[in-house]
């Protein structure tokens, strides 16, 4: 190759690498920041192509999407001094790029430790106030929400925006589960005994209740029986009084035959009348006008 073709060459590659040392570009999801002998000159670049001066201007890029740290094993004593082990996750984003990289030097785990350590004092406080079954009890959005309001007036501090704080898991130490669990038994055991003393009661209101209604009833229907009864029996008198009125003579008879016909007849029947007894009236005239 002739001298000529590889000066072209050479100045070439050096207007390729001047071009690549002045240009940069920004991605949707990311953030950047210019800096000039190591300080900032500039961070709010959007996405596309920008322009730094070589050796003077250096680039920093963070990520522009929401990242999650998570947190487990955490141990947080409640108001009774018991220890509970709490695992939960936090999701944040870089809003300000200059002022994360002034307060986290641009370290994403550094950042990542210092809002855990916000949400770390946020879940101790709310913890400290509660006992174990107002812990457990309580709802997980409501628990986590004065931990987020917290952690979002803290975070523009650090250049970060908290987009939300969840508690994945809530569990007991084994030093103090079993007191816990014998404690709530316990509890219940005492809230089931005396839903039974009142169930008891109850019943034996129900059963009294019951028992004079059964007396007031009974009392009544006799009463009504005995009126009715009473009531019959005089109907009963007055048709056999007004039967008898009408011809005494047969109503005698036929009196007389209805006796008969309940006493006489059977075979274990057996009557001691004297022979002169008015019960035998109408068959002894009955022998008498058979006899010559």
Same mark, same amino acid.
């Given at each position: 190759m002739?001298?000529?073709?590889?000066?072209?060459?050479?100045?070439?590659?050096?207007?390729?690498?001047?071009?690549?040392?002045?240009?940069?570009?920004?991605?949707?999801?990311?953030?950047?920041?210019?800096?000039?002998?190591? $300080?900032?000159?500039?961070?709010d670049? *959007?996405? !596309?192509?920008?322009?730094?001066?070589p050796?003077?201007?250096?680039?920093?890029?963070?990520?522009?999407?929401?990242?999650?740290? $998570?947190?487990?094993?955490?141990? @947080?004593?409640? %108001?009774?001094?018991?220890?509970?082990?709490v695992?939960?996750?936090?999701?944040?984003?870089?809003?300000?790029?200059?002022?994360?990289?002034?307060?986290?030097?641009?370290?994403?785990?550094f /950042? $990542?430790?210092?809002?855990?350590?916000?949400?770390?004092? *946020?879940?101790?406080?709310?913890?400290?106030?509660?006992?174990?079954?107002?812990?457990?009890?309580?709802?997980?959005?409501?628990?986590?929400?004065?931990?987020?309001?917290?952690?979002?007036?803290?975070?523009?501090?650090? !250049?970060?925006?908290?987009?939300?704080?969840?508690?994945m898991?809530?569990?007991?130490?084994?030093?103090v589960?079993?007191?816990? @669990?014998?404690?709530?038994?316990?509890?219940? %055991?005492?809230?089931?005994?005396?839903?039974?003393?009142? %169930?008891?009661?109850?019943?034996?209101?129900?059963?009294?209740?019951?028992?004079?209604?059964?007396?007031?009833?009974?009392?009544?229907?006799?009463?009504? /029986?005995?009126?009715?009864?009473?009531?019959?029996?005089?109907? /009963?008198? /007055?048709?056999?009084?007004?039967?008898?009125n009408?011809?005494?003579?047969?109503?005698s008879?036929?009196?007389?035959?209805?006796?008969?016909?309940?006493?006489?007849?059977?075979?274990?029947?057996?009557l001691?009348?004297?022979?002169?007894?008015?019960?035998?009236?109408?068959?002894g005239?009955?022998?008498?006008?058979?006899t010559?």
């Amino acid at each position: 190759m002739s001298p000529r073709f590889n000066l072209i060459l050479v100045g070439l590659v050096l207007v390729v690498a001047i071009v690549r040392m002045t240009v940069f570009t920004v991605d949707e999801r990311e953030h950047a920041i210019k800096f000039r002998f190591g $300080e900032i000159v500039k961070s709010d670049y *959007g996405p !596309g192509l920008h322009f730094k001066i070589p050796f003077v201007n250096n680039i920093a890029k963070y990520p522009d999407r929401i990242l999650t740290y $998570e947190e487990s094993e955490e141990r @947080f004593l409640t %108001g009774e001094k018991k220890n509970l082990i709490v695992d939960y996750f936090i999701t944040w984003r870089i809003v300000d790029p200059a002022q994360y990289y002034r307060s986290a030097r641009g370290d994403e785990l550094f /950042a $990542e430790q210092r809002l855990s350590a916000i949400i770390r004092e *946020g879940i101790k406080a709310e913890f400290s106030q509660r006992t174990v079954q107002e812990v457990v009890a309580a709802e997980r959005s409501e628990l986590m929400s004065q931990m987020l309001v917290t952690a979002s007036a803290q975070a523009p501090a650090l !250049g970060l925006d908290v987009v939300d704080v969840r508690v994945m898991r809530i569990e007991l130490s084994d030093e103090v589960s079993g007191s816990v @669990f014998s404690r709530m038994q316990q509890e219940r %055991g005492r809230v089931a005994a005396q839903l039974r003393a009142e %169930g008891e009661e109850e019943a034996e209101r129900i059963r009294a209740d019951a028992d004079r209604q059964r007396t007031v009833i009974l009392a009544e229907a006799y009463r009504d /029986a005995e009126r009715l009864r009473g009531e019959g029996d005089a109907r /009963a008198a /007055a048709l056999y009084a007004d039967a008898y009125n009408q011809n005494p003579s047969f109503y005698s008879f036929y009196r007389s035959m209805s006796a008969y016909r309940e006493s006489i007849g059977g075979q274990q029947d057996v009557l001691v009348l004297s022979p002169d007894s008015e019960f035998f009236q109408y068959i002894g005239e009955q022998m008498g006008a058979a006899t010559p």
